[in-house]
């Protein structure tokens, strides 16, 4: 199927990538940081089991074990050499597996955290995906991510625009029309974070770098002439919107 191929390529990147990952995730870092504090301060001390969907290299991942050294803690990547770096930044206390975040039928148990930081957004069907992921809270349980809003890349967006161009980011929610799963309580905050680049060279390069450069399905890639267009109108310095939403789903 065209989406199981997407996601084999979209694991493939991150995977290919994990080695460099770290110096080009500025900004994943940041909101690794923030949805951390959010964690940190919701009164969670002593919870039991918590699960995280796309820990990467380990970001957040780090800030849990630190924060809950009593928790069990389960970590999972779709790419497996993200995993390893995880690992390799957070020791052997967890549990590690490979897992797609939006498949995740064979955990069996149930959690009392579910945290995820920029993972949701690869997701094929975001509102199928948070529906399975809710049915695996405990009772009381809540989940607090982090993803990527509508507003994100409007800057890109706009300079395909004005020169007539389709452009490949994915469409992604705004708060108002977020897919919250039936029969769990949910709350959500925005954060723009503003991401300077030296041009947009500079932007796409980096994009790779993070092995984040699958772009929307369906999407055919601009030709040579085009891309060049593109990119020497940004030549002159440009910024990038992250559009951050930090969700929680309550069981
Ligand atoms: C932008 S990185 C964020 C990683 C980490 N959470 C951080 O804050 O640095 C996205 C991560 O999500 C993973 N990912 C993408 N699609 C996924 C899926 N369907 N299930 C689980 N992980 C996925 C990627 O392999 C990658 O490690």
Redesign the pocket.
């Known amino acids: 199927m065209a989406s199981d191929e997407r996601?084999d390529r979209?694991?493939r990147a991150?995977?290919a990538r994990?080695g460099i990952?770290d110096v080009a995730?500025d900004v994943?870092?940041l909101?690794?940081s923030r949805l951390a504090e959010r964690i940190e301060d919701a009164g969670l001390a002593g919870v039991g089991r918590i699960l995280?969907?796309?820990?990467?290299?380990?970001?957040?991942?780090a800030r849990l074990d630190d924060a809950f050294p009593d928790s069990e803690l389960v970590l999972?990547?779709?790419?497996p050499s993200?995993l390893d770096r995880c690992r390799t930044r957070v020791g052997n206390r967890p549990r590690y597996l490979v897992?797609?975040?939006?498949?995740p039928e064979r955990l069996s148990e149930r959690f009392d955290l579910i945290v995820?930081?920029?993972?949701f957004?690869?997701?094929?069907d975001l509102r199928a995906?948070l529906e399975r992921l809710s049915g695996l809270l405990a009772p009381g349980g809540r989940m607090m991510f982090?993803t990527l809003g509508r507003k994100t890349f409007i800057e890109w967006r706009e300079a395909h625009r004005a020169l007539g161009l389709v452009c490949g980011t994915p469409q992604y929610p705004g708060p108002d029309e977020f897919p919250w799963p039936a029969g769990f309580g949910h709350r959500v905050d925005e954060e723009l974070v503003r991401q300077p680049y030296g041009d947009g060279h500079d932007f796409v390069k980096s994009l790779k770098a993070?092995?984040?450069s699958e772009p929307a399905p369906g999407y055919r890639p601009l030709s040579p002439g085009a891309f060049r267009r593109l990119l020497l109108s940004l030549d002159s310095g440009f910024t990038a919107t992250y559009h951050i939403l930090f969700g929680e789903i309550l069981a």
Do not use: N, P
Not at 52 to 61: Q, R
Not at 116 to 119: D, F, G, K, R
Not at 121 to 124: A, E, K, R
């Open positions: 996601k979209i694991a991150f995977s994990a990952y995730a994943q870092w909101v690794a995280e969907i796309g820990c990467g290299t380990g970001f957040l991942s999972t990547d779709i790419a993200m897992l797609d975040g939006e498949r995820s930081s920029l993972a957004q690869w997701f094929v995906g982090a993070l092995g984040a």
